[in-house]
């Protein structure tokens, strides 16, 4: 099995890299690749998209700047099914749109809209960083074994904001509910960042390269 994380520019790669190789080395999950070969997406049995950075420049700088790299990824998660995980901004470019400098389409997987974080009380901070616990709103494979109450590290000043609910695997509580999971089908996204998100992160990365739909 080949997994592919996405090399976009858009952040060091290093850190989840070295998570997903040690995940796939303790599940005997195959091959863990970090690539912005076409090529090598349009072979990926799994399909892992970070991002870090403002949502424009990220889609940017895979729609516009690698044209061939997204054909790659779309004919890969949406035609021929391979399993997709979206990490922090390639989390919310799976909504329709971002609103983040301008309004900017998403992959549209997502019935959501990217907006500013707004929470109620002053003394919370944007961007959310740090660690944050899970409410955990939906089951699912990749959730196998994750509870309401379990760690994960943040760092964003925008949130997707839910059209439909049902999309969403979990949220958690700054001000107001932000949501942190979300899923369609074979494509699942988290506004954390696993890799460092310790054992929490580490299970969520072993379930998806178990995941068997």
Request: charged content about 25%; aromatic content about 8%; overall charge negative.
């Amino acid at each position: 099995m080949l997994t592919v994380l996405i090399d976009t520019d858009s952040g060091n790669l290093h850190s989840a890299e070295k998570a997903f190789q040690r995940m796939a080395r303790e599940t005997d999950a195959g091959t863990v690749l970090v690539s912005a070969n076409p090529e090598d997406v349009a072979r990926a049995d799994r399909v892992v998209l970070p991002g870090d950075g403002a949502f424009p420049a990220c889609r940017a700088a895979l729609v516009r700047d690698r044209e061939a790299l997204f054909e790659a990824l779309n004919e890969t998660v949406e035609i021929r099914g391979r399993p997709f995980l979206g990490i922090c901004v390639g989390m919310q470019l799976m909504a329709r749109k971002g609103l983040e400098y301008r309004e900017t389409p998403g992959f549209g997987w997502i019935d959501a809209e990217v907006v500013p974080i707004a929470p109620a009380d002053p003394a919370l901070k944007v961007p959310h960083m740090g660690w944050n616990d899970l409410v955990i709103d939906r089951d699912h494979p990749v959730l196998a074994g994750l509870a309401t109450g379990d760690h994960a590290y943040f760092v964003h000043s925008y949130h997707m904001e839910m059209t439909s609910p049902d999309q969403r695997l979990a949220h958690v509580e700054y001000g107001a509910p932000l949501t942190a999971i979300v899923a369609d089908g074979l494509k699942i996204g988290t506004q954390f960042h696993p890799e460092k998100s310790q054992a929490t992160g580490l299970r969520l990365i072993s379930n998806f390269l178990d995941w068997r739909p």
